[in-house]
Nanobody, 123 residues
Framework: QLVESGGGLVQAGDSLSLSCAAS????????MAWFRQAPGEDREFVGG????????LYGDSVKGRFTISRDNAKNMVDLRMNSLKPEDTPVYYC??????????????????WGQGTQVTVPS
């Protein structure tokens, strides 16, 4: 089970961190990622990290602004978002998938999903 937290309302240019707490199996057994989805649109890859944190990938729209990290001892994955823009507004989802030694940039590469947390950056 994955549970996201940390969403909220922020101003453009601000920073915000999201957290994903996993229960059940250790997250080292999974690749982990964050996706986001606006109403009526496909789920967009934001960032992903492999089980040993050896591989991290980011979507083009967030590269250089967002950082994904994992704390295996706490079984958590975080997403640090800097320089937020209005287009960073959608619902953010944490996802877990297999195998852990790679990162997939597509939603189909993940089998477990959290319920989502809303981030709002007014224009």
């Amino acid at each position: 089970q994955l549970v996201e937290s940390g969403g909220g309302l922020v101003q453009a240019g601000d920073s915000l961190s999201l957290s994903c707490a996993a229960s059940g199996r250790a997250i080292t057994d999974y690749r982990m990622a964050w996706f986001r989805q606006a109403p009526g649109e496909d789920r967009e890859f934001v960032g992903g990290i492999s089980g040993a944190a050896a591989v991290t990938l980011y979507g083009d729209s967030v590269k250089g602004r967002f950082t994904i990290s994992r704390d295996n001892a706490k079984n958590m994955v975080d997403l640090r978002m800097n320089s937020l823009k209005p287009e960073d507004t959608p619902v953010y989802y944490c996802a877990a998938g297999y195998p852990p030694w790679t990162v997939s940039t597509t939603a189909g590469g993940y089998s477990n999903w959290g319920q989502g947390t809303q981030v709002t950056v007014p224009s």
